[in-house]
Structures are given as structure tokens and as C-alpha cells.
């Protein structure tokens, strides 16, 4: 079971959890629980993210102010000071973890210190104090689960998840991940006792902290689940399972009874929070059932994700959009039939370590065209100007352009590539509202059309494509 941000985000909510993993351990024999960092609390007092926070003040002191990283401090043991004296029962257990909270938050003014003096924060650095809130909450968590009368254990994930050296975006090594995964938790499973384990977090073969990109603990949760050869896996969030769309952009989104993986995959890619896009990955292989349920409403069913085609429902089931995308054009008469543009295009990008969310290109080749994250532009543009230059000089090519600020809208759907006039409909749903549609893809696994719109029409965009589905 994995508990994002808001199910950990106060005492209040740590019990819930406690509640749901004494209920899940009267089931079944054997339960991980895998958490988030402390996130956002229902109190509107409390609206702390810890690895916003810890983030933030990081990239503050590299710019070499101390007053945030302090006052981050201050916050952050507020925040869990507070969760350890109303969850945890036991005066001897809340003196111990708040000790041990206090030599992390000392950890984390020292390293913000050196970010200070040094001017400058390495990915290295970074992933030491983005990880804290993890190991911070796992042993608070771990606390009140057994104030609930459930023997329990907090584990770091930098004993269990190897990944290489790709920090703030690291990559799980999986053989010695199962193994170490194995090695640890089995004995604890074998007595019992509940590991309670930090997601996001990882190591390096050498035991450097690494961590698995914003929102990783999702897919902590997989790693360990096939570590283990989970029977199933929960993963806990703060709405009614996987919706048809973010419920903050149309407020009758709806939950998604069933899924196939392939339809979420494509969802959590194209910008569907809800889940981190790796999630499904490390499950596909033994087809381990995933769950996306409610912590605050534990007896809804939620979201049921399988393996195989998910009949039923609408051709279109959910719509999600990416926003802060920018999309470059590479055009020009001369490029007609001169093989190799497309494939020196790629390449020029991928020189820039930046990833390509869609391309297309129009049928007389006249032009090519990439969307790709706003904050790569800076790389990417200059790169394919020096890779055109001869071509942009003989007027082969005229100019490689930027529009940048756009967002892709993605509508997902097993029925899509096979009903008749889907896509139609999704164009014309735009079309009536006055939005443009600047460049169209049928996503890679024929569940999905994406379409880039302007930056600003993104959310009417959403709801546009949604009120074909409710
Ligand atoms: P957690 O901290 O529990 O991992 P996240 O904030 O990462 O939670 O993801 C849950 C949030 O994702 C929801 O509160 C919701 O606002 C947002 N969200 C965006 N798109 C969807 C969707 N299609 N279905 C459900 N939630 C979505
Ligand atoms: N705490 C991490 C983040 O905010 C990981 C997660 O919550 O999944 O990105
Ligand atoms: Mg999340």
C-alpha cells in the first residue's frame, strides 16, 4: 500500500493511514506500506509540502540567501513535531523520533549551509535534501501505525532501491533492487512486522541518495511490489481512484471503475498526476493488480487497473493535459525529399538530453514538428540552429521556430483507434469553443490522441474533450 502526500499530511490523516493498514493486516499475511513525504494537510493552517519546501530551500541558498532555508526548518519541525505528539501514543516513542527528526532538519540546515557557501546546488546535493521528507515521515508513519497496535518498522529506500547515477531523475538497477528488497524486508514480513518504507527515495551502488523524479513514490510502490511478488497493489491518494480528468480543471470529473494498463500508462504520461508515468511499468510483467483508492473514503472500490483490454465505457475515458510545453518547427521548401531532416532533427535534440513528447510531420514534408518541455528551449533551439546553419543559410530551410508557450491535451481510450468518428468529435468539441489546434498525434500505443493547443486554452480544452465523456 503507498500513501501519497495528503494521506500523510497530518496526524489526523497518518491515523487514517494506521486505521487502513490495521484493517489491510487483519486480511492479509503479509503488508508494505510504502509513503510519501508529508504533504499538504486538510487544516488550511497547514499547507506545508515538505519536498516542495526542502526543495525550495535548496535552490534558494544555491542563489545564496540562508532566511528561507531557515524558516524551512522551522516549518518542517513544526509540521512533524505536531504529527508526532497528536498521532503517537507511547512519551518514550515521541521523545526518540523527534530526535531523530531533529538530526535529519540539523542534516538539512548543514547542507543548505554548504549549498550556500558553495553557490550552487549539484543534483548530488539536491537529491540528499529532496529524500529527507521521506525518511522524515516513514519514521513518523511508522510511529502511529503502531500506536495502532500494528508492529511496524520504517525502512530507508536507500537500502533497497539501487539506481544509477541520474540524479533528481535516477533509475532503478532492478536485479539488485529485487534482491535487496528481498533480503530486507522478507525477515520483517516473516515476524509481521510492517515495513514502512520512504518512496522516491533511492542509492547508487556506492550508497549515494538518489531519487526517482517528482511524485517517484508511486513508483517505489511497483518497485518494491515486484521485488516481492505482491498479490496486489494499493496505491492511496487523496481522490475517489483514477478520475476522467483533474478535478481541479472540471468539477464533475467522474471515477474510472476499470482501466487496462496500457490506457493508464498513456494517461500518467500525457499529464494525469495521479499517478507517476513509470508506475505501471515494473507491474506489466506478472500482471500485479493495481488499485488507486481514496485514503479519506477507503470503502469506495476505486480504480481497478488490469492487464488485457478493460471493455466498457466510452471510446474516450479520461482527458489529461501537460502544460509548459513549447513547440518547435523546423520548415522549408528545400527540405522536401531530402532524406535525413527528420532523423538529424532528432538526433540535434537528443544531443540536448531533452525528451520529446510528440512530432509530426506534415505530409509534403515541408515542415517537422517537435513539443518538447518549455524549459528545454534554451537547449534545444540553439542546437538545431547550428545543426541547420548550411540549410538556413542556402534557404533550404527558412527557419527553425518556438512557440512557447503551448500545452498538449491528451484524450485516452481503448475505443478510440476503433470507433468511427472519435476523433471527429474531439476536433469539433474545440472547434464549437473557438480553440485552435496547432499540431495532432495518435499516441504510440493507439489509446490516445494528443493535440497541442495554446498555453492558455489549455483548460478549456480539457473541459471541451471532457463533456464528451460525462
Ligand atoms: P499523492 O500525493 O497522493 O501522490 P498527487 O497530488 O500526486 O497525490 O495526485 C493526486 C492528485 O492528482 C489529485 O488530488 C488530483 O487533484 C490530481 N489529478 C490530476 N488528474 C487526475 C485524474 N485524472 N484522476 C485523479 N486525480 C487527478
Ligand atoms: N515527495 C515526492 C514529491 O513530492 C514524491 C511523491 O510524493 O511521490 O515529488
Ligand atoms: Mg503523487
Known amino acids: 500500500m503507498k500513501f501519497g502526500g495528503t494521506s500523510v499530511g497530518d496526524a489526523t490523516a497518518m491515523r487514517q493511514v494506521a486505521r487502513i493498514t490495521r484493517d489491510a493486516v487483519a486480511h492479509w499475511d503479509e503488508v508494505v506500506v510504502v509513503t ?209 480528468t483533474d478535478p481541479r480543471i472540471a468539477s464533475d470529473a467522474r471515477t474510472i471503475d476499470i482501466l487496462s494498463a496500457t490506457e493508464m500508462s498513456e494517461m500518467a504520461f500525457f499529464g494525469a498526476q495521479v499517478l507517476h508515468p513509470l508506475t505501471i511499468l515494473p507491474l506489466v510483467e506478472k500482471r500485479i493488480p493495481l488499485r488507486v483508492k481514496n485514503t479519506f473514503n477507503p470503502s469506495h472500490p476505486g480504480t481497478l487497473i488490469v492487464y488485457g483490454a478493460a471493455r466498457g465505457g466510452k471510446p474516450v475515458k479520461s482527458v489529461s493535459a501537460i502544460a509548459d510545453v513549447a513547440v518547435i518547427t523546423v ?41 518538447v518541455p518549455k524549459d528545454s528551449i534554451e537547449r534545444v533551439k540553439p542546437e538545431l540552429d547550428r545543426e541547420f546553419a548550411r540549410e538556413i543559410f542556402s534557404r533550404d530551410i527558412d527557419a527553425v521556430t518556438v512557440l512557447d508557450d503551448a500545452a498538449i491535451v491528451t484524450a485516452v481510450g481503448s475505443g478510440i483507434a476503433e470507433t468511427p468518428g472519435v476523433s471527429g468529435r474531439v476536433f469539433s468539441a474545440l472547434g464549437d469553443r473557438g480553440i485552435n489546434i496547432i499540431a495532432i498525434a495518435q499516441g504510440s500505443s493507439e489509446c490516445g490522441i494528443s493535440l497541442v493547443v495554446k498555453g492558455q486554452s489549455a483548460q478549456d480544452a480539457v473541459r471541451a474533450v471532457h463533456s464528451l465523456i460525462v
Open 36 to 244: 510519501s513525504a508529508m504533504g499538504r494537510s486538510p487544516n488550511p493552517k497547514d499547507h506545508v509540502k515538505v519536498t516542495d519546501a526542502l526543495l525550495n530551500a535548496a535552490r534558494a541558498a544555491a542563489a545564496g540567501e540562508d532566511e528561507t532555508y531557515r524558516r524551512a526548518r522551522r516549518e518542517l519541525s513544526d509540521k512533524h513535531h505536531a504529527a508526532i505528539d497528536a498521532g503517537i501514543t507511547s512519551v518514550d516513542e515521541r521523545r526518540a523520533i523527534g530526535d531523530e527528526i531533529d538530526k535529519f532538519l540539523d542534516g538539512f540546515e548543514m547542507l543548505c549551509a554548504s549549498v550556500r557557501v558553495l553557490g550552487e546546488a549539484t543534483p548530488r546535493a539536491m537529491d540528499a535534501i529532496a529524500g529527507l521528507g521521506e525518511r522524515m515521515a516513514a519514521r513518523v508513519l511508522a510511529g502511529v501505525i503502531r500506536s495502532a497496535g500494528v508492529m511496524a518498522e520504517s525502512i530507508d529506500a536507500t537500502e533497497i532501491i539501487v539506481t544509477n547515477t541520474a540524479h533528481q531523475n535516477a533509475a532503478p538497477l532492478m536485479d539488485m533492487t529485487r534482491e535487496r528488497t528481498r533480503a530486507r524486508l522478507q525477515p520483517l514480513l516473516e515476524r509481521r512486522i510492517v515495513p514502512v518504507v520512504t518512496g522516491y527515495v533511492g542509492a547508487t551502488l556506492k550508497g549515494v541518495p538518489t531519487t526517482l523524479g517528482r511524485g517517484g513514490s508511486d513508483f517505489s510502490a511497483s518497485l518494491v511490489a515486484d521485488a516481492l511478488d505482491a498479490t496486489e497493489v494499493h496505491n492511496f491518494s487523496d481522490v475517489d481512484g483514477v478520475l476522467t
Open 331 to 371: 520548415t522549408g521548401r528545400g527540405m522536401q525529399g531530402v532524406a535525413g531532416i527528420a532523423g538529424r532533427t532528432f538526433t540535434a535534440v537528443a544531443r540536448t538530453g531533452t525528451s520529446v513528447y510528440m512530432f509530426s510531420q506534415a505530409s509534403a514534408e515541408q515542415n517537422i514538428c517537435l513539443v
